[in-house]
């Protein structure tokens, strides 16, 4: 009994009394000084919003206008708006390309087409979107498509993703709602568990309602990245402490990674991830054959990554005979002066891969 006396009451008890005040004390303190929406958006202001819950962060977006750009609204594969886009030729123009990927794909093929001038260019794509969303969109997009060329971008640093159905987790900071298939083999043939909410519309309406919680539960079992304490929205997204707390946990839990990417040794070609590329990777070959268009695969790798995203595909593509261009040939990814500030490749490293590319649009043979 005096040893718990001791404990509750003693020298120790009050030390951790203490700091447990000053904690709440600067909890509150930082709370008020960057409760304002103008002070969040400020340098400080931003790094203690940034651990924000991911669904905490979708009710703060929800709450502004609608604007052009926003994450809201990126990346949606939504037939009705791929149907609009026309695929007539622009004057002047004698080939037809299609794009999709991500913002790296994106750039390249459109320094490259600038560098031809007789291009026409479609492209869709969604924000660091994994190749299942790139897929996807290729797929969907096949009733309205009239392209000669299809390039289709794999971001080295987005092949872990293929483990999600949304952009909610695998960009914590800046989650997009956008949400694509998740692909799987049975065999030797690909499966997908569809996601139940598809559109934004549906996810603005769903938010928050049961339609939405249904879809919570769907992420538990079908996304490996999710995880509740990241996730859900809950009265401890008002401590900024905690924020720290979960923003440090993100960074420490790379759980897309985990048994699929390892910096030192590259790819796990056994995964179900690289598996799945592979095949997915083979199917857009028949496809595009079928469709009588020309496919060119860019295996984009991303800054410390080297060319462990050719290590692992290369020799799929080889044995499919399908065209690429792999940027390991052309720059090292370990050299941090390819690479912006935003993990981008500077406009010297794109144009490089533009030329090759431009080349290769045109049917033309290239080193890769």
Request: hydrophobic fraction near 40%.
């Amino acid at each position: 009994m005096g040893l718990l006396k001791t404990i509750l009451l003693g020298r120790s008890a009050k030390i951790v009394l203490w700091v447990i005040l000053w904690l709440a004390l600067a909890d509150v303190a930082v709370n008020v000084a960057f409760g304002s929406r103008s002070a969040r958006q400020t340098t400080l202001g931003r790094y203690f919003e940034y651990g924000r819950s991911v669904e905490g962060k979708l009710a703060e977006a929800l709450k502004e206008e609608r604007k052009k750009g926003s994450l809201l609204s990126a990346g949606w594969i939504d037939p009705e708006l791929l149907k609009s886009v026309s695929w007539d030729r622009n004057e002047g123009t004698d080939l037809t390309v299609a794009v999709y990927g991500q913002s790296f794909s994106m750039q390249a093929t459109n320094a490259a087409v600038a560098l031809d001038g007789k291009i026409t260019l479609r492209g869709f794509g969604g924000p660091g979107a994994p190749p299942n969303h790139s897929y996807a969109g290729y797929t969907a997009d096949t009733p309205f498509r009239k392209a000669d060329v299809v390039v289709f971008g794999v971001l080295s640093a987005s092949v872990p993703d293929m483990g999600s159905i949304s952009g909610l987790l695998w960009q914590f900071e800046s989650p997009a709602p956008f949400t694509f298939p998740r692909y799987r083999l049975a065999g030797t043939q690909l499966t997908e568990v569809t996601p139940l909410i598809r559109s934004e519309n549906q996810f603005r309406q769903a938010f928050g309602k049961e339609e939405w919680r249904q879809f919570k539960q769907q992420l538990a079992t079908s996304d490996r990245g999710y995880d509740w304490f990241v996730f859900d929205q809950s009265p401890l997204d008002r401590s900024a402490i905690v924020r720290l707390v979960r923003r440090g946990w993100v960074a420490h839990h790379e759980s897309y990674d985990q048994g699929v990417y390892d910096s030192h040794k590259g790819f796990n070609t056994e995964s179900d991830e690289v598996r799945v590329l592979k095949e997915m990777l083979v199917d857009l070959q028949r496809r595009t054959q079928q469709r009588g268009e020309r496919l060119i695969v860019l295996l984009l790798h991303t800054r410390g990554q080297s060319d462990h995203l050719a290590q692992a595909i290369e020799p799929t593509l080889k044995a499919a005979k399908i065209d690429y261009i792999s940027t390991h040939t052309l720059f090292s990814a370990n050299d941090p002066t390819n690479f912006l500030p935003d993990g981008h490749y500077v406009p010297t490293t794109n144009q490089k891969l533009a030329t090759v590319l431009a080349s290769k649009l045109r049917g033309r043979n290239t080193d890769r």
